[in-house]
């Protein structure tokens, strides 16, 4: 167990709507990640970061932003919903000194109607 | 042309069968190498890295080739408790390149 909770874990939301995902570590592992997960694409990063404060895009950036203001939290927000962001949405760590694996917490399960 | 293809399958195997994934890659710098289990509904978790000079875990060995740009995983001695999805994992730098994964049913 990597300590790693997503909320909400389910929403539904209509478009145009901002939507932010919160990612909480209890770890306070420096580097955390976003990923989305759709059917034929596997999992795709959208955001990471390596320290408060410190964040960098992914493959997907695109309609996405995030922010990380303490080191346990990372917010993934989508400015203004599109239908083509419904998605299941990981947030993921990486340990000291095993940087190349990747923790993930439960998901989140968005629906843009 | 995705950084990382996998067969999707599925696989329908019986108890006790061995079966085999294997994964391409498209970049030749990249770093390092993994399989992940995904169960339905459920996150990635880690099932073993992939080293060049292969490596075995109990009933899973993972292989990388590097030259040919090829990982693999075999599992030996299926228990319906395998059943899920597997996905191939490649590193490069602070990015990592997930293959959709390959699905694999362990019938009684």
């Known amino acids: 167990d990597a300590g790693i909770t997503q909320s909400p874990r389910h929403k539904v939301t209509e478009t145009g709507t901002p939507v932010t995902l919160r990612c909480h570590q209890t770890?306070?592992?420096?580097?955390m990640y976003w990923y989305r997960q759709d059917p034929g694409h596997g999992l795709r990063l959208i955001h990471y970061?390596?320290?408060?404060?410190?964040?960098d895009k992914g493959e997907v950036s695109d309609g996405y932003s995030v922010s990380r203001s303490k080191t346990e939290d990372f917010l993934l927000t989508l400015e203004s919903a599109t239908s083509s962001q419904t998605s299941v949405y990981f947030c993921a760590i990486s340990r000291p000194g095993q940087r190349e694996t990747q923790y993930f917490g439960p998901g989140t399960r968005l629906l843009v109607l | 042309r995705k950084e990382v293809e996998q067969d999707p399958g599925p696989f329908n195997v019986p108890e006790g069968a061995t079966v085999a994934f294997n994964c391409t890659y498209s970049?030749?710098?990249?770093?390092?190498f993994f399989w992940y289990r995904q169960d339905c509904r459920k996150e990635p978790k880690l099932l073993m890295s992939v080293y060049s000079s292969g490596n075995e875990d109990g009933r899973f060995t993972a292989q990388l080739n590097r030259a040919s740009q090829y990982i693999s995983l075999l599992i030996r001695d299926s228990k319906l408790s395998d059943s899920a999805t597997y996905l191939c994992v490649v590193n490069e730098g602070n990015q990592f390149y997930f293959g959709t994964g390959t699905s694999l049913t362990v019938i009684p």
């Open positions: 770890e306070n592992h420096r580097y």
């Open positions: 970061s390596y320290g408060v404060k410190d964040t």
């Open positions: 970049n030749s710098a990249s770093q390092s």
